[in-house]
């Protein structure tokens, strides 16, 4: 990856319809191996922001450059666990794209594919039924099928949600990994304690609050603003916005 | 007791004695046609949840058959133009203040289905016509069979190209757009398919009974296959051999064909699901 920025959002706005703007005022760029965690309330404009970064909302206003591709990691409770697809079925819909109309996938795409599961740590599960894996693995499938879209920025929706902590470690270390790889990664998250382990952070509560390292950005004043007051405070807290977590969105035991 | 060669003999007989008749011949055709196209479209049709939409469809795009039949006029044609009307009719139905989509789509599509029967039965309308209701699968010429085929080829194209397309959009709408399958496009594309195979079927099953072959043999490969490519390949072979099967029941007692053929895949359906409830389950906890 030759790029020193692979995407740059400046004064960036988006509506949907004629409606009121669902985010704007945003200015952040993701570079190389920077891990990213979006933070902000429920309607805050977290997946607005993604979609626009996707190229599915065009913005209402502002600039955008993208050096690289874009890809997502939706939350798994979206696809249907019912449906009769493989590890593999799913890691190869990242291959869509990149063949004309009338090709589908061959040999090689294959391969690609298993070499995704592979980098995933789910090479043996590639004929596994998606929907008997577990919340973690699906998770890592779907990260495998935007490495088969070859995405230089990945968009992750709450990857640790409904995900056991073994899980989580094994997703954090991949997180890690595709960063030091050259990508970038934004990770839309409600867990504050950890995104102060991230090399940025991004507080969006329809309009940016703040965007910068974790340590001098997360503020209480920050935190309040982005929550819109509903924080409540670890009796554990140790000053300077530390414990303090959003009402509602409990850490991890 | 009768000798081994005499049983074999006449257990040859009845089931080469219906075969003898070029009509049932070129009906065993058509189940095979009907068969191929509805087993695979209509996986799709089971895992999008279209299963109404298909039913709306068949019974929505009937008078416009009836009135290419009394006019001499192309099938394809007719049918396209009712679903034109169809369309237009729920779009229209919709706007009406207080009523919903699925109230629109109900008044438009029996209003549709009743114009259809009220041209077929009508007295004065040609005896072929009312085929198109129940179906006549021993009634079908070599041209039909042709146009039959024709279809089928199509829509099975179709949906060898755009299996990649459908897989994503069924199993994730939102993210599909990302990964370059447009959920529109793929939607309208299913429709149109769905049009298609039931023009294909329609003269062998007869409008009533079309949804049948597009939904029994789908559903029963449901229940048992685990890929969406073997449950295609399931549900095609069932819909076929429930066809074939269906062809028996009409000749040996003499019932109609299309109402055999619909009994049979919905049997089969009702004894694999039995089956397959009474059946320990082997996959418990996983993962």
Not at chain 1, 223 to 251: D, F, Q, S, W
Not at chain 2, 109 to 126: I, K, Q, R, Y
Not at chain 2, 220 to 247: D, E, K, N, W
Not at chain 2, 253 to 264: D, E, K, L, Q
Request: aromatic fraction near 4%.
């Amino acid at each position: 990856m030759t790029a020193t920025v692979l995407a740059e959002a400046r004064d960036l706005a988006a509506r949907y319809g004629g409606g009121p703007p669902a985010i704007e005022d945003v200015t952040f760029s993701a570079r190389p191996g920077q891990r990213i965690a979006l933070l902000g309330p429920n309607g805050g404009g977290k997946t607005t922001l993604f979609r626009v970064l996707l190229g599915e909302l065009s913005p209402a206003r502002g600039e955008l450059d993208l050096a690289a591709r874009v890809s997502t990691v939706p939350q798994t409770e979206r696809s249907r666990l019912d449906y009769p697809v493989t590890a593999l079925d799913v890691a190869l819909m990242g291959t869509i794209a990149g063949l004309p109309w009338w090709r589908r996938p061959g040999r090689s795409e294959r391969r690609t594919a298993l070499e995704a599961l592979a980098a995933v740590g789910l090479r043996a599960q590639a004929d596994r039924s998606f929907g008997e894996l577990s919340g973690g693995q699906r998770q890592r499938v779907l990260v495998a099928r935007a490495l088969v879209q070859d995405a230089g920025l990945l968009l992750l929706d709450e990857p640790f949600s409904g995900v056991d902590r073994p899980s989580a470690d094994l997703l954090m270390d991949l997180i890690d990994r595709l960063a030091a790889e050259g990508r970038s990664v934004i990770v839309a998250t409600h867990d504050v304690e950890q995104a102060r382990s991230w090399d940025l952070v991004l507080c969006l509560n329809r309009r940016q609050v703040a965007f910068g390292p974790p340590e001098p950005t997360l503020t209480r004043s920050v935190l309040e603003r982005t929550y819109a007051g509903a924080i409540v405070e670890l009796p554990a807290g140790a000053g300077a916005g530390r414990g303090v977590l959003p009402a509602h969105h409990h850490a991890r035991p | 007791m009768p000798a081994p060669d005499a049983v074999l003999a006449t257990v040859w007989n009845a089931l080469a004695g219906p075969w003898q008749d070029g009509t049932v011949l070129r009906a065993l055709v058509e189940v095979a046609l009907i068969g191929a196209v509805g087993g695979v479209l209509g996986c799709w049709i089971v895992l999008y949840g279209l299963s109404y939409g298909a039913e709306s469809l068949a019974h929505a795009l009937f008078p416009g058959l009836v009135a290419a039949a009394l006019l001499g006029a192309p099938l394809l044609l007719g049918g396209a133009a009712g679903l034109v009307v169809a369309a237009v009719a729920v779009a229209a139905a919709g706007r009406i203040p207080r009523i919903g989509g699925d109230t629109a789509i109900a008044v438009v599509v029996t209003t549709m289905f009743g114009l259809g029967v009220l041209l077929a039965l009508s007295p004065t309308s040609p005896p072929g016509v009312g085929g198109l209701l129940f179906g006549d699968v021993l009634g079908l010429s070599d041209a039909d069979l042709l146009l039959g085929l024709g279809l089928a080829v199509l829509v099975l194209a179709a949906l060898w190209l755009l299996h990649g397309r459908l897989l994503a959009v069924g199993f994730d709408r939102t993210s599909a757009r990302s990964l370059g399958a447009a959920p529109a496009v793929v939607d309208t594309a299913l429709l149109v398919m769905i049009a298609l195979a039931i023009l294909v079927a329609v003269q062998g099953l007869g409008n009533l009974l079309v949804v049948a072959v597009l939904i029994a043999p789908a559903a029963t490969a449901r229940l048992l296959a685990r890929r969406v490519a073997p449950m295609m390949g399931l549900s095609a072979a069932l819909a076929v051999a429930a066809g074939i099967a269906g062809l028996y029941l009409s000749y040996y007692a003499n019932t109609a064909g299309g109402a055999s053929i619909a009994g049979v895949m919905v049997a089969l359906y009702l004894g694999v699901l039995a089956a397959t409830s009474l059946r320990p389950r082997i996959v418990s906890g996983r993962g």
